[in-house]
């Protein structure tokens, strides 16, 4: 009977419960500090380890009179061991306040690691908010060998992108394409500018001379992708074949840049038809370009859904739009089914180069065998073959060779499987990985399942060898 039992008794059962508990010590296990890094050798303190990003929650205020912005960003995540403490990046900026789920929580900086210490351990498998209130003046993050990325200004406004480095310009996060999240972009900017950012419209708001521009990219984003583009835009929204379209062109463009401009993106539903032939459905809710007047940063990224050009791109059209395929091919190859690890490149490059060949010949303006033959046709002592495609080193991550001959490697695979299983791989490769991370290691086995054939030497001697392999 439970009431009458002695207290020795209740003593030693009281004494079995704590026996029976978690191991001695562990009520104060204060957990490991993530790592500062996701681990990539080619920037080992891009990303970081210990969690992984869910949602990013940005909200941004810009003022262009002074180039500096004032943010709160909430990033939920799920701690993927016992933390102790995190890292996020940031490069530059001045932290004002961090909370770990609603609690105050201490922080302190080294170059571009923040580490963060809540008051209390997060257990692993823990969801958690960290909040950050920030502001300052965005930086330019300057690169000699692959070009600038980060915050532009332009004459009314800014343009925030970069590849591989740019998120940590503008907002802390777990920066490196691994850790791929949703995003809500809220951008808070005068009332006479606009503000272009990802995904779908939500909606915006006036108050004091302020209007706030919301953005939802539902479907998961690595942290390079993410773009903001403010200032005056002549904007155009429309859907076609269940497909969110929004073009933003800058007024300020010469007029003939601006009506070719205009021109390609009217071909964007014809150009993403023609891509889906081969690739499959296309894998966002929203697309459309932006380009502004300036195009300082000298290249066209593939930011999602919403890739943004340069007024260079559009100087010429005798190519017939191939950088608006180029970069709507990477909505598949590059964003859709994103890096692992930066080495991987030309899965993202070559892919939208080949992209590029299909649509030339789709337009009458070589065909893909043309092509890949005036290529092959380089000396042997050119750059092309004096490289390894598939793990070029950082400085090398936009070399002409991760285009053209990751583009060339396809076209070898295509002669070697022959057309249906080559485009069954290509296709079967963006449905499988939708919405993921992949590795060049992956694509070799995936090519091999699909055709049936061992390809190892194949992709050796186009991948991984120094120089020119025989004619495929
Ligand atoms: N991914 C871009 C494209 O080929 C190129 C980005 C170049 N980046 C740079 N930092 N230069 O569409
Ligand atoms: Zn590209």
Known sequence: MVRKLPFALILAMSTSVVLAGPPAG????????????????????????????????LAI??????????????IRARATQR??????????LTIRSVTVDGRPAKWSRDGT??????????SRGHAFDTRIVYDGVPKVIQDPDLGDGGAFTTDDGVVILGEPDVAQAWFPSNDHPSDKASFSIALTVPKDLQAISNGVPAGRSTAKGWTTWRWEQREPMTTYLAMAAIGRFDVTSYRKDGIQFLDAIDPALPA???????????RQPEI??????????????????VVDAEGGWGYALETQGRPIYTPQDFETQEDGDSIVVHELAHQWYGDSVALDRWRDIWLNEGFASYAEWL?????????AQETFEQLYATPATSSLWQSKVADPGPPNLFIGAVYDRGAMTLHA?????????????????????????????EFIAHAERVSGRDLGALFTAWLYTPSKPAHP
């Open 26 to 57: 562990a009520a104060f296990d204060p957990g490991t500090p993530g790592s500062a890094g996701a681990g990539d050798p080619y920037y080992p303190l891009d990303g970081n380890g210990g969690y992984d990003v869910k949602h990013y929650d």
């Open 61 to 74: 205020r810009y003022a262009p009179a002074s180039d500096a912005l004032a943010g709160t960003v909430t």
């Open 83 to 92: 933390l102790s403490a995190f890292n996020l990046d940031l490069d530059g």
């Open 113 to 122: 690691e923040v580490t963060v210490t809540p008051r209390r351990s997060l």
């Open 256 to 266: 003939e840049t601006y009506a070719r401009a205009a021109k390609s993106f009217a």
């Open 272 to 289: 993403l038809q023609f891509l889906s032939g081969y690739f499959g459905p296309y894998p966002f809710r929203a697309a459309g370009g």
């Open 359 to 367: 649509w030339s010949e789709h337009e009458g303006l070589g065909t």
């Open 413 to 441: 695979l295509r002669l070697t499987v022959g057309d249906q299983k080559f485009f069954r791989i290509l296709r079967s490769w963006a449905q499988i990985h939708r919405n993921g991370n992949v590795t060049t290691h």
